[in-house]
């Protein structure tokens, strides 16, 4: 029963941001005259479709996200001499690729946008539903834990983190113990820690302990988080500073990916479901905030500038604006092929990553 709950919850909360996503894409096509030829929800079969005045509504057999078909999207994809071709019913005012380039940038970022609003909506709404925050703690130790690499190193309840070297050079001076985390994350070798103690600063070497279930980067202690009551009204901007926050965390995790670091710690859709199976376990407010933090995700992750996803696409849109001249379409077409090869590595290599967490 907890497996079919898990599996509900996982496809509610992929299918909800998809289609927000598509949505976005939908509307803002709409609102500037681009013919929409169907929006789908999921894939594969058709099991409904209803006519609309200018779009065909589908629901399809497959519950593994959705699109939108918009007049002039793919320059090329659509033969025109047929006569049962939709594309050559519509005129080329309400294709996208005739309209003005800032429409087509519009059109292109509104699928992030939208992911972007529903994200920082539910950060505010938990936040009002909570009504309170957990400021960030500082990284000074409240306690430690037996077997772990703070203890065994000698730290001390009141020692205070200031610095860290890693085994490359890296350098990071935490001022709270999300930074901290989320350096060791990408640095989980061993490194050099400036401890400050009674206003003297000593070094220590720890190498952080890799959780084998969570994949959390560990040094075995705890702080203290200051706890701050809100107002409903203090929740929105609480709502959208933590938003904020997460999404400067996603950015430099894309960041560091980028730098050939931490693709270890890589997940794809079987890790994101085996993290909805815990939140499920936890209640109703982990899940949402998970939610959160997928739409987050998403809608960062197709800002990229590659060609097969929405930030590529405006690259692409960018490119030929400043350039004055159109990029021929079997160039684009190749490129796109290429980013759709490469992403589909990129799944490959998540999934496997989980498997790997799950059974070894």
């Known amino acids: 029963m907890n497996v079919i709950i898990t599996i509900l919850a996982f496809l509610l909360m992929l299918n909800v941001i998809v289609i927000i996503h598509e949505a976005g ?4 096509a709409r609102s500037f005259g681009v013919h929409c030829h169907e929006f789908s929800i999921g894939m594969g079969p058709a099991i409904y479709q209803k006519q609309g005045k200018n779009t065909l509504f589908s629901i399809r057999a497959l519950p593994i996200g959705g699109y939108v078909m918009m007049a002039g999207e793919e320059d090329g994809s659509q033969s025109e001499d047929s006569e049962d071709d939709w594309l050559a019913k519509v005129p080329e005012s309400e294709r996208l690729n005739f309209k003005p380039k800032w429409q087509q940038v519009i059109i292109m970022a509104a699928g992030v946008f939208m992911n972007f609003v529903l ?129 400067g965390m996603v ?78 379409t079997k160039i684009v077409e190749g490129v796109i092929i290429a980013s759709f090869v490469l992403i589909f590595g990129l799944m490959i290599f998540s999934t496997y990553n989980d498997i790997v967490r799950l059974f070894f």
């Open 119 to 247: 994200a920082f909506l539910i950060f505010i709404g938990l936040m009002a539903a909570r009504g309170y925050v957990v400021e960030p703690a500082i990284p000074v130790i409240d306690s430690l834990t037996e077997g772990y690499p703070a203890k065994e190193a000698g730290l001390m309840p009141g020692d205070q983190i200031v610095k860290i070297v890693a085994e490359d050079g890296t350098v990071c001076i935490p001022e709270t113990t999300d930074e901290l985390s989320e350096f060791l994350a990408f640095n989980p070798g061993e490194s050099t820690f400036t401890i400050e103690r009674d206003g003297e600063n000593f070094d220590v070497k720890m190498t952080p302990h890799k959780d084998d279930e969570t994949q959390m980067v560990l040094l075995g202690f705890t702080s203290t988080s200051p706890v701050r009551q809100i107002s409903f009204l203090e929740a929105i901007p609480e709502g959208i500073k933590y938003g904020l926050d997460a999404g």
């Open 251 to 328: 950015f430099r995790t894309f960041g560091q990916l980028f730098q050939g670091k931490g693709f270890e710690s890589l997940s794809g859709p079987v890790g994101i479901y085996k993290m909805t199976d815990t939140v499920v376990s936890q209640g109703l407010l982990p899940y949402i905030s998970l939610f959160a933090i997928l739409s987050l995700n998403i809608g960062i992750f197709n800002l990229l500038p590659i060609p097969a996803l929405d930030g590529g696409r405006i690259l692409i849109i960018a490119l030929e604006s400043i350039f004055r001249r159109k990029i021929p």
């Open 25 to 28: 894409h939908f509307f803002a």
